[in-house]
Structures are given as structure tokens and as C-alpha cells.
């Protein structure tokens, strides 16, 4: 994962379209991987889609439903180039340290 310094990591998932706002992940549970507020982007139908899960399911496939979205909806052909932002989920990890370790109490 190293050289992805703006925060976007490609995913080894194949998404395939499920409607205008969802795609599937077939056969494998990625509900902990694709969480809510989690950024995506990839390409579809020659656009570059960006959008925010609002919500993972799993069954036999994973479904990932994403925020509306007024700019850009996916089209129903392939989607290429998968990724995810992780930077969002590391500054979530720090929120969380930031309210276990006080830093008033570390920092002289």
C-alpha cells in the first residue's frame, strides 16, 4: 500500500452494479471494510464516480449502498478502478485515541 500518499487505496473487490446507488462484492462479507461514511471512488461508464457508503449488507454478496448523490449516479455497465479513501478511517481512529488518551494529561 505504499505511494498512496492522497489517501486512496485500490480495491482487489470486483464491484458490479446493483442500482444507481449500490454496487455487490459477490460471495465474501466486506461490511467491516466498507463502512458507513467510508469514501469510494472508481470508473464507470468512462466517469470518474466518487461517493460515501451509508450503509453495508451482507447475505451471500456484500451490498454497499452509497449516499444520494445529485452530481453522478452509476450507470449500469462496468465498474473499473476501485477504491477506497482511507484517510478517512485513520482520522476516525484518532477521534477515537484522542478521547482514551487526553493529551492535557500527557503533555506538560
Given at each position: 500500500?505504499?505511494?498512496y500518499?492522497?489517501?486512496w487505496f485500490?480495491?482487489?473487490?470486483?464491484?458490479?452494479y446493483?442500482?444507481?446507488s449500490?454496487?455487490?462484492?459477490?460471495?465474501?462479507?466486506?461490511?467491516?471494510?466498507?463502512?458507513?461514511?467510508t469514501?469510494?471512488?472508481?470508473?464507470?461508464?468512462?466517469t470518474t464516480?466518487?461517493?460515501t457508503?451509508?450503509?453495508p449488507?451482507?447475505s451471500t454478496d456484500?451490498?454497499?449502498?452509497l449516499?444520494?448523490?445529485?452530481?453522478?449516479t452509476?450507470?449500469n455497465?462496468?465498474?473499473?478502478?476501485?477504491?477506497?479513501?482511507m484517510?478517512?478511517v485513520?482520522?476516525?481512529i484518532?477521534?477515537?485515541?484522542?478521547?482514551?488518551?487526553?493529551?492535557?494529561?500527557?503533555?506538560?
Amino acid at each position: 500500500m505504499e505511494g498512496y500518499c492522497d489517501g486512496w487505496f485500490p480495491s482487489n473487490d470486483v464491484w458490479v452494479y446493483a442500482s444507481a446507488s449500490s454496487f455487490t462484492i459477490a460471495g465474501v462479507d466486506r461490511t467491516s471494510l466498507y463502512t458507513q461514511g467510508t469514501r469510494i471512488k472508481c470508473t464507470n461508464n468512462s466517469t470518474t464516480f466518487y461517493g460515501t457508503v451509508i450503509s453495508p449488507s451482507y447475505s451471500t454478496d456484500t451490498t454497499v449502498n452509497l449516499a444520494p448523490n445529485d452530481d453522478y449516479t452509476l450507470d449500469n455497465s462496468t465498474i473499473s478502478l476501485p477504491f477506497i479513501l482511507m484517510r478517512c478511517v485513520l482520522l476516525g481512529i484518532l477521534d477515537y485515541l484522542a478521547i482514551l488518551l487526553p493529551w492535557e494529561r500527557i503533555v506538560p
